[in-house]
């Protein structure tokens, strides 16, 4: 019988994973160092993606920055456009009208699921839960079908403008909005019938990568992974932008801080995003949706910060106008970025199979990461 | 707000307050700035780094680190920033204080050229290895024709 004996030495050997690896959910690469197949230290490489937007920003209009933020978290662009104008509004002090602060609600929380929904779909599938991957991805596609009779773009959306939202929404969105909202608890449903309480999947997630409160604030984690940690805390709540403070709806949270509950906190969310979207469609009032606001936007001199809780975690925008009609200086913090931070903590010491659990759960994306 | 920044500079004479647009803001001396750090992380309940960034005033001759910090779970914001010689710019580290530092200070190292002392690994991040100069700074050539500086 073969006996594991200490004073058999292995070799550490390094091991690229990435960039161009189906797990690691964009080009990133970790360069791990392996004992057997166990990961002894953890090095993340990144900038793959690095287009420079904050330094494109200081060369545009305020107004033609918005397209770039789409490029950013590109799974949830209505979320950035969110936080970019309302950044920009900060500063110049204007009022948004009702119905697109309304519709701004609705188009967020609608990229919250649809965010929410590739995080599901993509975790089910890097341990190998390949039906698993259509379900969340066919309910996605009426998202998307959503913003492209709004605005006419899938992804990268554009659609919120500093004052309002670009465009009404057309006849026959919110009948359509309604039939995704009726069809949405069976979809959670079937993904917690063939994911969530699957043993395999279970198995392979539960106690994984855990992290505890102090480690998760200590290491800047927000979103969803805080709250899996057992902490309710979410801007939308703690420190409500918009309108939000005028919806009822729960702070999901979870204690283990494991990958698992990294996984179901998100399913969670999602039905307190429908929950938020059914209120919006039911206040949404009639009106205007641009305020009048000038042809050149131009903020008075002076620096604002403003974070919105975005489906990753916080998004912040921190802005300094010299007066003019560019941005002297706008710096993204991305929750993306941040939360990667943490990975090599928690995946050190653990398999190199758990590691591709550990980077699923934690729910990056790497436009975000590279900006 | 205003006693805390009041209380803070009985306690750090280099201190400063400010009113922000939107959140009170202290200007700390850079040695000072772990001290104020730690104080405002174990006392007054900013327990939570949530961003950190640089700002280069060319006209000014100056870089401007800019923290932001939130008080979980109440979210309170408050912004602490630091000024700094544009030719050496060079501020302590907090990876010691908030491990959430390490990533973002190598970002600013990269793109801005601080020097943070007493990080563990400050190399470069969003570019690659072998790229020169620091591309957020004011006087980084964009247009790669013209040759940087």
């Known amino acids: 019988m073969a006996v594991a004996r200490e004073d058999l030495q292995t070799q550490e050997i390094e091991l690229n994973m990435g960039p161009q690896h189906p797990s690691t959910h964009g080009v990133y690469r970790a360069l791990l160092t392996l004992d057997g197949e166990k990961v002894v230290k953890v090095e993340n490489i990144v900038g793959y993606l690095h287009r420079g937007i904050e330094k494109l920003a200081e060369d545009r209009t305020y107004t033609q920055v918005i397209p770039y933020t789409d490029r950013l978290d590109y799974l949830a662009g209505m979320l950035n456009n969110l936080g970019y104008v309302q950044t920009v509004e900060k500063l110049m002090d204007i009022e948004v009208p009702e119905r697109a602060e309304y519709l701004r609600i609705i188009m967020a929380e609608l990229s919250r699921i649809a965010s929410h929904l590739i995080m599901v779909a993509s975790m089910a599938l890097d341990v190998s839960g390949w039906t698993a991957w259509f379900p969340p991805f066919r309910e996605r596609e009426r998202i998307l079908d959503l913003f492209e009779m709004t605005c006419g773009s899938r992804l990268t959306v554009s659609y919120m403008r500093i004052g309002g939202v670009a465009a009404d929404i057309p006849p026959g969105f919110l009948s359509a909005l309604e039939a995704f909202l009726d069809d949405l608890p069976q979809l959670i449903a079937e993904v917690n019938g063939l994911i969530t309480g699957n043993e395999i999947f279970q198995a392979r997630c539960r106690g994984v990568g855990k992290i505890d409160l102090e480690t998760a604030l200590a290491y800047g984690l927000t979103g969803p992974n805080l709250r899996a940690c057992g902490l309710p805390f979410d801007l939308r709540k703690a420190r409500p932008y918009g309108i939000y403070d005028r919806f009822e709806f729960d702070i999901p949270t979870l204690n283990n801080g494991d990958s698992y509950d990294r996984f179901v906190i998100r399913i969670l969310e999602m039905e307190q995003s429908a929950r938020i979207i059914r209120q919006a469609m039911a206040g949404l009032p009639d009106g205007p949706v641009m305020a009048k606001v000038p042809r050149v936007i131009k903020p008075p001199k002076g620096e604002v910060y403003h974070q919105i809780e975005g489906a990753k975690g916080i998004l912040g925008f921190y802005l300094v106008s010299d007066g003019g009609n560019k941005p002297y200086r706008l710096h993204i913090h991305s929750p993306s970025f941040v939360n990667l931070g943490v990975l090599p903590k928690i995946a050190e010491g653990g398999n190199i199979q758990d590691f591709v659990v550990n980077l699923a759960s934690i729910d990056i994306v790497l436009g975000e990461v590279d900006r | ?149």
């Not at chain 2, 939107?22 to 405002?40: G, I, R, S």
């Not at chain 2, 174990?42 to 932001?68: P, S």
């Not at chain 2, 109440?74 to 050496?88: F, G, Q, T």
């Open chain 2, 1 to 149: 707000m205003a006693t805390l920044i009041e209380e803070l500079q009985g306690l750090f004479p280099g201190v400063q307050g400010e009113e922000g647009v939107d959140m009170p803001a202290l200007v700390v001396p850079a040695d000072q700035l772990l001290a104020v750090m730690k104080e405002l992380k174990e006392k007054r309940g900013f327990n939570f780094l949530t961003d950190l960034t640089a700002v280069d005033y060319r006209d000014e001759d100056r870089i401007e680190m800019v923290y932001h910090l939130l008080a979980v779970p109440e979210a309170k914001e408050l912004r602490v920033k630091v000024n700094l010689s544009r030719r050496h710019p060079e501020v302590p580290s907090l990876t010691a204080i908030w491990p959430a530092a390490e990533v973002q200070e190598r970002e600013v190292y990269d793109l801005m050229g601080v020097i943070f002392k007493g990080h563990p690994n400050l190399k470069r991040i969003l570019c690659p290895d072998d790229f020169t100069g620091h591309p957020l700074r004011k006087d980084f050539q964009l247009n790669a024709g013209e040759g940087r500086e």
